[in-house]
């Protein structure tokens, strides 16, 4: 994945930050050398004020397209251990380098320099990278939670409109008024039964799920209540199955049969004693 492109922000703390460090090299050197050379200068301003920037700017880079902000915090801090050591050590050779050749073998870097120098490299860039990870961590948080205000809002949306179709009541209303100049009590009952809709509408809401029986309004019903209304049906089939023949069925209308076969198997079941196994199945009752 490629970083997205700096902006002014990163410009500025990229400045001001490798900006002090050399600030800082530059009045170390000013008070604890007593041998001061033009190339000295020189090659702190390179490597601090220069090449720091580059290579931080070349990491940040790396660390995009390796998703190393997504690794395991011990994975990640061990790897970027190894990067500093190196780029310090690394930067320090590039000093001594830069030292001896200017100066024409003249001038070398002791050991006790070269200690100091890797010190303070190294510690430019741990600065650099806890301060990135934390800003990067910061943008990482906020955007996570912007995300999940989205998601909050949507599902929230998705419920209103679930609670409330505008279909469903601009037909209501419409049907609603129609009542109210031709038939105002059955317009009462109609207003009632929508307020009760929408009051379980809202109620439901506070639930994920509903079972069936809340929703028909039948969850108290017990087996008597049940045969009750089974027999019920069945005294008013026979004038349900003529209403629902006289309002669907007509002259060449084409009608479906459910044909499914339903049998019991077993050995005493009271209930397969009254019948037979439609499918043919031999030694069952």
């Excluded at 006790?112 to 430019?124: E, H, K, M, P, R």
């Excluded at 809002?153 to 469903?168: E, G, I, M, T, V």
């Excluded at 009051?199 to 509903?210: G, P, Q, W």
Aim: aromatic share 12%; with cysteine.
């Amino acid at each position: 994945m490629n970083p997205p492109r700096p902006g002014r922000l990163y410009w500025v703390c990229q400045a001001a930050g490798w900006g002090s460090f050399t600030a800082w090299v530059l009045g170390w050197y000013l008070v604890s050398t007593a041998a001061i050379h033009a190339w000295d200068f020189v090659s702190i301003i390179f490597f601090n004020a220069v090449a720091c920037p580059a290579i931080t700017h070349a990491l940040r880079r790396r660390l995009y397209q390796r998703d190393w902000m997504q690794w395991p915090m011990g994975r990640l801090v061990f790897r970027i251990v190894a990067v500093i050591v190196i780029t310090a050590a690394l930067l320090t050779s590039g000093v001594a380098l830069f030292v001896l050749a200017v100066s024409r073998g003249a001038s070398t870097l002791d050991f006790q320099s070269a200690c100091g120098i890797f010190v303070g490299f190294a510690w430019a860039f741990s600065g650099w990278f806890i301060v990135y990870y934390a800003v990067h961590a910061r943008r990482r948080r906020e955007a996570l939670q912007l995300e999940l205000e989205v998601v909050s809002r949507d599902a929230q949306l998705q419920s209103l409109r679930a609670q409330l179709n505008p279909h469903f009541l601009f037909n209501s209303l419409n049907s609603l008024r129609h009542l109210i100049g031709t038939n105002p009590d059955r317009a009462v009952q109609m207003v009632t039964g929508l307020a009760e809709l929408l009051r379980y509408s809202l109620a439901s809401d506070r639930t994920e799920m509903v079972s069936l029986a809340d929703e028909l309004q039948v969850g108290d019903a017990d087996e008597d209540a049940l045969y009750g209304a089974m027999d019920w049906l069945l005294e008013r089939q026979e004038r349900i199955e003529k209403g629902f023949a006289k309002r669907h069925l007509g002259e060449g209308s084409l009608v479906l049969y459910d044909l499914t076969s339903t049998y019991f198997e077993g050995h005493c079941c009271p209930l397969a004693q009254l019948g037979y196994s439609r499918d043919g199945k031999r030694g069952l009752p």
